[in-house]
């Protein structure tokens, strides 16, 4: 049975960093693409981070602007999402997502509807 559990998340005031790490079961995770996503209220899900199955393509949300750093252990079969300097607009609940890689790339996806797997959420709320 495939689970993703997400922990870290929190309230906090804006400025601070967190760190949201996805624990992930019952997938061949050396195989395993990995993706951050986050919903606003009244929101569309967005795209904010992903992971190779070895660690070496990341690829960011456009507004990122460096914010933002995903990383991997394959040990552990976690993935960790480490979010800098947090705005109010970082509110949101942030999702992991889960994708068996088809190959042997080293691709990422960006798109929701690529990834099988989900975990929970877990709430970020920033405060000003």
């Known amino acids: 049975q495939v689970q993703l559990v997400e922990s870290g998340g929190g309230l906090v005031q804006a400025g601070a960093s967190l760190t949201l790490t996805c624990a992930t079961s019952?997938?061949?995770?050396?195989?395993?693409?990995v993706g951050w996503f986050r919903q606003a209220p009244g929101k569309e899900r967005e795209f904010v981070a992903a992971i190779s199955r070895t660690g070496g393509r990341t690829e960011y949300v456009d507004s990122a602007e460096g914010r933002f750093a995903i990383t991997r252990d394959n040990a552990k079969k976690t993935v960790s999402l480490l979010v800098n300097n947090l705005r109010p607009e970082d509110t949101a609940v942030y999702s992991c997502?889960?994708?068996?890689?088809?190959?042997?790339?080293?691709?990422?996806?960006?798109?929701?509807?690529?990834?099988?797997?989900w975990g929970q959420g877990t709430q970020v709320t920033v405060s000003s």
């Open positions: 997502a889960a994708k068996t890689a088809d190959d042997y790339s080293d691709r990422v996806y960006r798109a929701s509807h690529d990834y099988s797997y």
């Open positions: 019952g997938l061949p995770f050396t195989f395993t693409i």
